[in-house]
């Protein structure tokens, strides 16, 4: 049996996939085989020595120690892609309450409540306070065009307003994606300079954060709305309070409120909601238990952060995966252990990524647990498993 924990709700339509016959689903494991995460933070938490794979039911990894993980051979997923729309209907909704003062005049209106027949008037007389442009015609600045972005993009082409891009790291796959109108920032600061409104769709890595402080916000149009669906890290918190209160950006939207934040009018906080709808819930459960059962049943793996994908068919009747560092000699002196005990390779799969290399190796017989043991021995190799595919 698999033991499976969930450190998050996860949807029902993705645990059911795991067939009850082989695996145990709880959230109190204190040493499983595999962990389904959301948004828990795991980077203090203990890991088991069983543990072989986490898959996030979502984009981020930033709550994962992913480095950690790829030294313990710990094979870590997402699920690109299955809560972008989600997001992208959220960030519509950022830009139409960053312009205009919908969420405000709400709470005006439920505070005259008890003004009985004068509410028709009253409404009509202050309405003017809460006016706000419109997006049409407006430049929007997309910071990162991978999955949400690019449908962001296109969103907002649909709206009639002018878009303007920064991914120096696009993917081939973005790009088809991209609708042409879409224009190619060269720089992260012509795009700063040109927007009137700013969103955000890049990870938090060392890389991006505090991706937007100070120095950027000197360097924006007046009064620009910035939008965070991505990560509260990105955007220095002092820094843009002290440019609210400038008069430098006008509006900041975040899904990544802190105390600080929500003592300021002009931010519109959001609870973190950018993929709760069922449609993404679903669409992410569905296609983490997908990759994990593949890993864990098959050895192999896709939309893998820290591993290479590495996919292959079952082609004998016991499959060894191996994780070793990604440094000279170590096929041969892999697959030299299994000739010197006449192991017979049927098929055999070797890729990388970075420091780890990932083998898939298919073999006629079985693999004995000193065979096992040896080659744990070898320098270099960070994990061995040896699965029965008749036995999944
Ligand atoms: N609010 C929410 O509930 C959600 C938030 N997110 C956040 O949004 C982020 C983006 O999600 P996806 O679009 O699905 O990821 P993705 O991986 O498809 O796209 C990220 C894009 O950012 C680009 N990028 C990386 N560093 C960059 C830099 N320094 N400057 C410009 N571009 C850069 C990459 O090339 C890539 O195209 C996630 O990492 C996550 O943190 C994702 C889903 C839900
Ligand atoms: O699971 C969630 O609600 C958060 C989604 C998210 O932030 C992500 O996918 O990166």
Redesign the pocket.
């Known amino acids: 049996m698999y033991k499976i924990q969930t450190l998050n709700k996860i949807a029902t339509k993705g645990l059911d996939i795991f067939p009850r016959d082989k695996y145990e689903i709880a959230s109190e494991f204190s040493n499983p085989d595999a962990i389904l995460v959301r948004s828990a933070k795991m980077h203090d938490m203990p890991m088991g020595d069983r543990l072989l794979a986490i898959a996030r039911a979502?984009?981020?990894?930033?709550n994962i120690p992913v480095e950690k993980c790829t030294e313990r051979g710990i094979v870590v997923f997402n699920t690109?892609?299955a809560?972008?729309n989600?997001?992208k209907e959220?960030v519509i909704a950022g830009l139409l309450i960053s312009s205009r003062k919908i969420i405000r005049s709400i709470e005006w209106v439920r505070s005259i409540a008890d003004r009985g027949d004068e509410i028709p008037a009253l409404v009509e007389k202050e309405k003017s306070k809460f006016a706000g442009p419109e997006l049409k015609g407006k430049t929007l600045g997309i910071?990162?065009?991978?999955?949400?972005?690019?449908m962001v993009a296109n969103a907002a082409i649909a709206l009639e307003m002018d878009v303007v891009g920064?991914?120096?790291?696009?993917?081939v796959e973005?790009a088809w994606g991209l609708s042409s109108k879409v224009r190619r920032a060269g720089t992260?600061e012509k795009l700063i300079r040109e927007a009137d409104y700013i969103s955000?769709?890049?990870?938090?890595?060392d890389?991006?954060r505090g991706?937007l402080n100070y120095e950027k916000f000197k360097l924006m149009k007046k009064g620009v709305k910035i939008l965070n669906?991505?990560?509260g890290g990105l955007v220095n918190n002092q820094d843009i309070l002290k440019a609210i209160e400038e008069g430098l950006v006008d509006r900041y939207v975040t899904?990544?409120p802190d105390e600080t934040l929500l003592k300021c009018e002009q931010v519109i906080p959001i609870p973190?909601?950018?993929?709760?709808t069922p449609e993404?819930e679903e669409n992410c459960a569905v296609m983490a238990v997908k990759q994990l059962r593949d890993f864990l049943e098959k050895g192999n793996i896709r939309n893998s952060v820290n591993f290479p994908n590495c996919e292959m068919d079952i082609s004998g009747n016991t499959r060894l995966v191996i994780a070793n560092k990604n440094i000279p000699d170590m096929v041969r002196k892999i697959t030299a252990v299994l000739g010197e005990s006449n192991i017979n390779i049927s098929d055999m799969l070797n890729k990388h990524r970075n420091s780890i290399a990932y083998n898939i190796i298919d073999v006629d017989g079985d693999i004995p647990d000193t065979l096992m043991h040896r080659l744990r021995q070898i320098e270099g190799v960070i994990m061995v498993r040896c699965i029965k595919p008749e036995n999944n």
Not at 272 to 276: D, K, P
Request: no cysteine.
């Open positions: 979502g984009a981020g990894t930033n690109p892609g809560n972008a989600s997001v959220l910071i990162g065009l991978g999955a949400i972005g690019v920064y991914d120096p790291y696009i993917s973005a992260l955000l769709h890049v990870p938090l890595t890389d991006t991706l669906f991505a990560r899904d990544f973190h909601l950018g993929a709760s993404a």
